[in-house]
């Protein structure tokens, strides 16, 4: 394991990240029918996860570590295969999920 992966607090925002992921995922089809509180309750987990997303992703930015430079070019890659022209910065596709999250906000 790189020096970055083996920071204590790297791995928790990593696990707390996955975690967040899955549990959102597992909720994805019923968001039209939940409560207005739980309408709530899931839009402020979806902005926890892209507050979260996006630290774990500057955290990458300014390491020097190999295993940390890897997966930053994999998540900038990942934005090509959402279909972003090559070379868009992921700070659109961080946008873009603010932009969204807000959308729900005024619906609920």
Excluded: W
């Amino acid at each position: 394991m790189s020096d970055f992966f083996d920071s204590e607090i790297v791995r928790e925002s990593l696990q707390d990240i996955n975690d967040l992921q899955t549990e959102l995922y597992s909720q994805l089809g019923d968001f039209s029918s939940l409560s207005s509180k739980d309408r709530v309750e899931h839009i402020e987990k979806l902005t926890e996860l892209l507050e979260k997303q996006k630290l774990m992703y500057t955290r990458l930015s300014l390491s020097d570590d190999d295993e940390a430079k890897k997966l930053k070019e994999q998540l900038e890659q990942s934005v090509m295969v959402m279909g972003f022209p090559p070379g868009t910065s992921i700070q659109v596709l961080f946008d873009g999920m603010q932009s969204t999250i807000n959308h729900l906000k005024k619906k609920c």
